[in-house]
């Protein structure tokens, strides 16, 4: 737990929550801002800043209790979709330093857009670029 955490507050009690999850490890609740109604985080019990600091053992979990949650806000919403998202670091978006999921419930016509698309200027930059990747992957 970190102490200036305000989801290691909420996973403590210390603030209070609409919890919708809690099974070992894993923790998940309605987003207090919501982009729609239902939104969810999934987060794990223990503090972890962003994915890359997440324990690959904790997985498993992690995938069972979005897929379980997912579900749930799609009925309990009556969504025909969701969108499971995941900002890491600032620059991303992430204004919470603890690992957490987003799930949000869709509906036809809610008028959220995701994001602009861009082109790459040629075939000869984009494999430059996978190229560079699968090095850094090793």
Known sequence: MSDD??????????????KVYDQGGIFAFLDIAPV??????????????????????????LLAALKSVGRAVMQATGA??????????EVAGQLVH??????VPRHEGDGLRLWTQHAYESGEEMQKLAQAVRTAIG
């Open 36 to 61: 729609n109604k239902g939104h969810a985080l999934v987060v794990s019990r223990t503090h972890y800043a962003t994915l890359f600091d997440l324990p690959p053992d904790l997985g498993r979990e």
């Open 80 to 89: 025909t979709g969701l969108n499971m998202g995941m900002n890491n670091f």
């Open 5 to 18: 955490c305000i989801f290691c507050k909420i996973i403590a009690g210390k603030i209070p929550c609409a």
């Open 98 to 103: 603890h690992a957490h999921f987003h799930l």
